[in-house]
């Protein structure tokens, strides 16, 4: 769903402090039956005092990945960036590789994205991370993963934001190979899973890029559309000339405001 060039950018916008941030990389998080260790790195931000936790910024990539960069990814440079500017922020961050590698292992990548949210609230105090305290920021066609998060609603989970997210497996069933049953297209499809009315979820925002692909557009307005029928808390910020991944790849200053308003966004509500 991207150009995987993008990932090797660094995020356009930047704060004092990203290089005094303190990385822990390659935590292993979790360990398949395969023996594959799945990893992640924590970001923590510059002057921590003994015991004090702060709330955690956690980022979902996208996907399908291919295989050969699904286990670096979370240290590319639009991640590794990303890390660096949420710790300098205030937040400690975490990048980690969920092996999305191809939609027949949505369930599979799913799960390992719970084990990492699992691990981040267990090891939490020698992290400096408050368990309670923490958002999910996701990119492109790692917008699936937001379905099973707002159905499951988890108090910890304060907030969530999606940056040029597909919203909707649905339209595109045709073109996924092997395809996919009903339950686990719709499971998987944020638009499905929000309520017709009633909204009790966690505060939403969503960026969209006025340039990326119109069938992807498309499923972000339709999530736009009834979230708003449902009364849900939801900030929409769109990049009219952006394409998909404008915060590495439109160096302007409306990816710049984006992105400094879901950092704050993400503060107001974490």
């Not at 707002?150 to 069933?173: E, F, K, N, Q, S």
């Amino acid at each position: 769903m991207a150009d995987y060039d993008m990932f090797k950018k660094p995020v356009v916008l930047s704060v004092p402090g990203m290089e005094a941030v303190e990385v822990r990389r390659d935590l292993v998080y979790r360990r398949l039956p395969d023996g594959t260790e799945l990893k992640m790195d924590v970001y923590l931000p510059p002057g921590l005092a003994a015991g004090e936790s702060r709330p955690g910024v956690v980022f979902v990539h996208g996907g399908p990945t291919p295989l050969e960069v699904w286990e670096s990814i979370k240290h590319c440079g639009i991640f590794s960036s990303f890390g660096r500017l949420a710790a300098a922020s205030g937040f400690v961050a975490v990048n980690f590789s969920h092996r999305y590698i191809r939609f027949a292992e949505i369930e599979n990548s799913m799960a390992n994205v719970e084990a990492a949210f699992a691990f981040l609230r267990q090891e939490a105090a020698g992290l400096h991370l408050d368990p309670d305290r923490l958002a999910a920021w996701v990119f492109s066609g790692g917008g699936s993963h937001i379905g099973p998060l707002l159905a499951a609603r988890p108090r910890w989970l304060r907030c969530l934001v999606g940056y040029y997210t597909i919203m909707d497996l649905r339209p595109i069933r045709e073109h996924i190979p092997g395809g996919l049953p009903e339950e686990t297209l719709a499971r998987f499809s944020p638009v499905a899973v929000l309520p017709e009315a009633g909204y009790e979820g966690p505060p939403l925002l969503i960026a969209r890029a006025g340039l990326d692909q119109p069938w992807l557009n498309a499923t972000i307005d339709a999530f736009v559309g009834r979230a708003l029928a449902a009364n849900a808390p939801l900030d929409v910020l769109n990049h009219p000339r952006g394409h998909h991944g404008f915060d590495v790849l439109d160096d302007d200053d409306r990816s710049r405001e984006i992105l400094a308003r879901t950092i704050d966004f993400v503060r107001s509500h974490t």
